[in-house]
């Protein structure tokens, strides 16, 4: 008896159940596309950062005068708002263009699923499936109902 009754398993003996079926992750080119989409958002958010930026210098150069200063006061409020939510989302999209870099992109963060493609073009920031989304969001519901 020597080794060669025992053969080491070739490559065509491994079935092709043992590899992820394709449709387990996003492919390479929708996930280069969504990364783009990312991209994208961000700089757009950058761009109007700098726009309201630029809009509340030009509000206190026109403070000196009392009554446009009562109504720049609304106008700084509402461009701070916005940045804040815009702020938000860039923090998003940035953890988002993280998980790209992780190969964790496009992964449900709470059962693991992967996320479908259109549910990503829709919302490209997703880190939760439909179905764990629509949990979450039942319990949300839930604790507001008390
Ligand atoms: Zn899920």
Not at 16 to 35: A, F, K, N
Not at 86 to 106: F, H
Request: include cysteine; hydrophobic fraction near 35%.
């Amino acid at each position: 008896m020597s080794d060669a009754d025992t053969p080491k398993p070739r490559l065509e003996d491994i079935s092709p159940d043992d590899m992820p079926p394709d449709d387990e992750y996003l492919p390479m080119d929708e996930l280069l596309h969504l990364r783009a989409i990312l991209r994208e958002r961000a700089a757009e958010l950058l761009e109007n950062g700098r726009q309201s930026i630029s809009d509340l210098t030009e509000q206190k150069e026109l403070d000196a005068d009392a009554v446009d200063q009562a109504a720049n006061e609304s106008d700084r409020g509402f461009s701070l708002r916005l940045a804040d939510r815009d702020r938000l989302m860039l923090r998003k999209i940035g953890k988002a263009l993280e998980r790209v870099d992780d190969g964790e992109y496009g992964m449900c963060e709470s059962c693991g699923a992967p996320i479908t493609y259109r549910r990503l073009l829709a919302r490209p920031v997703a880190t939760l499936c439909i179905d764990c989304k629509t949990t979450a969001e039942q319990q949300e519901r839930r604790r507001w109902d008390f």
